[in-house]
T-cell receptor
Framework: DAKTTQPTSMDCAEGRAANLPCNHSTISGNEYVYWYRQIHSQGPQYIIHGLKNNETNEMASLIITEDRKSSTLILPHATLRDTAVYYCIVSAGGNTDKLIFGTGTRLQVFP | DAGVIQSPRHEVTEMGQEVTLRCKPISGHNSLFWYRQTMMRGLELLIYFNNNVPIDDSGMPEDRFSAKMPNASFSTLKIQPSEPRDSAVYFC????????????FGSGTQLSVL
């Protein structure tokens, strides 16, 4: 699986958009980009995933560059409850595929 | 949907004792994962199953660790004998065929080996 690089930590003001970058320059053509988050002491929670096109759901938006070497997770209006560690993962998918978590980005949302 | 259920929520034991962690995946899910999380090593994949068959156990630290999935609704992770360095939060996760990138995690078991 391709490796990802994320900033160690980021801050964001409550109500503003949080933009979390992820670099995956060695991603293969069949690999998806997944985002999870882990709120303190809880299990990780799936947020969103994509292959080539930008994706949006009720939690966030995912922007993938045209060359697919990087992506950005956008939380449009961050709240204090969005304070968490955010993980970017690339994986080829499939029933027998595994997801390997890196160190992630610790997002702190402040009032 | 009750989600992935793990038990116990907390476990405190003494070095050398056997520890058994339990997991009930979401009904209908056919893949199950065991992860371990520590401050030093982050979230590590230990083993995962597909249709009750172990697919990859390369993350299991050593022979003291073993995992089983006797049926689609139950899995155990056993540590025998336990050591202080096994202290961690152990998470179980499951997923279905239709959403192979979307794992559902349990609340974890906080294990402390004294």
């Amino acid at each position: 699986d391709a490796k990802t690089t994320q900033p160690t930590s980021m801050d964001c003001a409550e109500g503003r958009a949080a933009n979390l970058p992820c670099n995956h320059s060695t991603i293969s053509g069949n690999e998806y980009v997944y985002w999870y988050r882990q709120i303190h002491s809880q299990g990780p929670q799936y947020i969103i995933h994509g292959l080539k096109n930008n994706e949006t759901n009720e939690m966030a938006s995912l922007i993938i560059t045209e060359d697919r070497k990087s992506s950005t997770l956008i939380l449009p209006h961050a709240t204090l409850r969005d304070t968490a560690v955010y993980y970017c993962i690339v994986s080829a998918g499939g029933n027998t595929d595994k997801l390997i978590f890196g160190t992630g980005t610790r997002l702190q949302v402040f009032p | 949907d009750a989600g992935v259920i793990q038990s116990p929520r907390h476990e405190v034991t003494e070095m050398g004792q056997e520890v058994t962690l339990r997991c009930k995946p979401i009904s209908g899910h056919n893949s199950l994962f065991w992860y371990r999380q520590t401050m030093m090593r982050g979230l590590e994949l230990l083993i995962y199953f597909n249709n009750n068959v172990p697919i990859d156990d390369s993350g299991m630290p050593e022979d003291r660790f073993s995992a089983k999935m006797p049926n689609a609704s139950f899995s155990t992770l056993k540590i025998q004998p336990s050591e202080p360095r096994d202290s961690a939060v152990y998470f179980c996760a499951s997923r279905g065929d239709a959403q192979w990138g979307k794992l559902f995690f349990g609340s974890g078991t906080q294990l402390s080996v004294l």
